[in-house]
């Protein structure tokens, strides 16, 4: 049986000492309410409800997957109660606006609360966490009715959402989205196509299912221009939120999968169901973008829910598990063997587990820091700045967590050696479930095209500059610390990540020029790229835990040994985890050559 326990001694020290969330809700007088003492109270009440209550349907719901019976879907067992105590404890509303039944806390709180929920159970949470991003939609583009009469159900949470855009024969190329919107001359539309893959897209928790769909109008321009987005719910309603007949939207089946088996993944047929437009005719694709950020950042989190999860358990294991000795002499003489965590190579893995999953979460707890800026933004250039960074930095965070997710769940699952690969551990688990994070939200590969292609080189190289002074600055920032040896020791942090922040620019420049007589360069290079970009990100935020860390051992704090595991933890990273930079600016500079030389006729001889 896996067990998890919430690291609230970890995500404290992020809130109040790495990124001081609170100075910075004081920032806006809508979060006045989340004060210190409310915060923890959530933080606990939440760290129950997902230890005691999700993670003990995390391996049960996995057995049992989701039940198909002519259109029905049916959740694993205790999926639905499990739902329901989450609706009555108010979980669903906690980051929703206060003026549709939300409570009006900031959603970086939300993140937090995604954070323990999805680790404790990411199939259950992918139920609510589909919502979210319907929600942020509908509040973003969508009409006052619109608000009155889905928005509030969502937040409630007597109503779940979908996201609808993938179709059998595109899921990357939305361009090519076949789905049908006919006008009927009364404001609303007949939506007629069919959606694949849709998560939470049937399923037995609520009475409604609001899906948030891209389809075409008639004439519309062909690819992506020609795009409008609809809501189209599974059963219709009246505007005081009675429901009414069925909208001709049904499950044709559910995906028999690799993992997340508890989260239903649901062919939609819609068949003349009457939908409302929302945002602009032929803009649909840009208002999605408001879901998919959302959906990216979760999917992020799933990277680290994933890591946290492996590492807690193989860790447990790793001190229990005895084989061999410790090749420095016997560590446990009393015993018949040492246990696995003296050997260096677990210690590997381990450390590489714990540093994934603390450095992630920083990563994912300072860009909540800007989602709540946009969603307080007061004037139109305060909403860009903060998206513009928040375009740059999203890409990173969904495959670079996601990619690193992965390999920390196949590190736990290697610690458990032969058990890791048997159902009972758990571990295997972890392993399939984590898998569909770097496919789902945009591949891997789409993420980095967007980074290099989109982020860098068409605002030519400016989001990077940008993030790369906020760095810098913080490199030169050394005045925090009173204690001179604490501030050289600073140096063995901040001199490789100036010269690595320095190499990031130089290289993209030069991937730049190259660009221009070759475009094959940037797809040839934008994985290695990418990875190398969260590399150093997510050195920034091992510099800045150490930073916090020095600080908080300066004064009187009771736990020492918490701030001395962080510090030891960056050294960990910065010497075993960033110079994979080094390897990936090779491959990344290497020409396309070698990639697309080859025929493609004889590259197999069978
Ligand atoms: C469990 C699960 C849940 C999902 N949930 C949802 C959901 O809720 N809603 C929804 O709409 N969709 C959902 N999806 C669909 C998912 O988002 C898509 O599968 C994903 O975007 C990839 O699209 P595709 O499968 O069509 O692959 P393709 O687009 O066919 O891509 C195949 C491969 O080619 C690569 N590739 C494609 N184009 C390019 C390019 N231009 N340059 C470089 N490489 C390229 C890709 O990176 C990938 O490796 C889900 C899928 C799964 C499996």
Redesign the pocket.
Known sequence: MLSYKAPIADIKFLIEDVFKYYDHYKKYEEFEEATPDLVDAILHECAKFSENELLPLYQSGDKEGCHFDNGKVTTPKGFKEAYQQYIDGGWSALSHPLAHGGQGLPPSLGMVQSEMTGTANWSWAMYPG?SHGAMNTINTHGNDKQKELYLERLIQGSWTG?????EPQ????LGQVKTKAEPNGDGTYNITGT???????EHDLTENIIHIVLARLPDAPQGTRGISLFIVPKIKAEQDGTLGESNHVTCGSI?E?MG?KA?A?AVLNFDNAVGELIGPENKGLECMFTFMNTARIGTALQGVCSSELAFQNSLIYAKERLSMRSLTGKKYPEQVADPIIVHPDVRKMLMTQKVISEGGRAMIYYTAKIVDDISMAKSEQERKTADDRLGFITPILKAFLTELGSESANHGLQIFGGHGYIKEWGMEQIVRDAR?ST????????QA?DLLGRKILLTRGKSLNDFSKEVLSFCKNKSLLSNNLHKRKMNRFIWPLSKAIANWQQYSMRLGFKAQSNRDVV?SASVDFLMYSGYVVMAYFWAQMAQSAYEKLEGEVDNRDFYRAKIKSAEFYFERMLPRTKSLAATMMADPKTLMQLDQDLMSFL
């Open positions: 589909l979908t996201m609808c855009l993938t595109c899921g990357t190329d959606k694949i893959f849709i998560s939470a897209g995906e999968k997340i989260s993944t569909i496919l789902y939200e945009g591949t891997t590969g789409i095209l797809g």
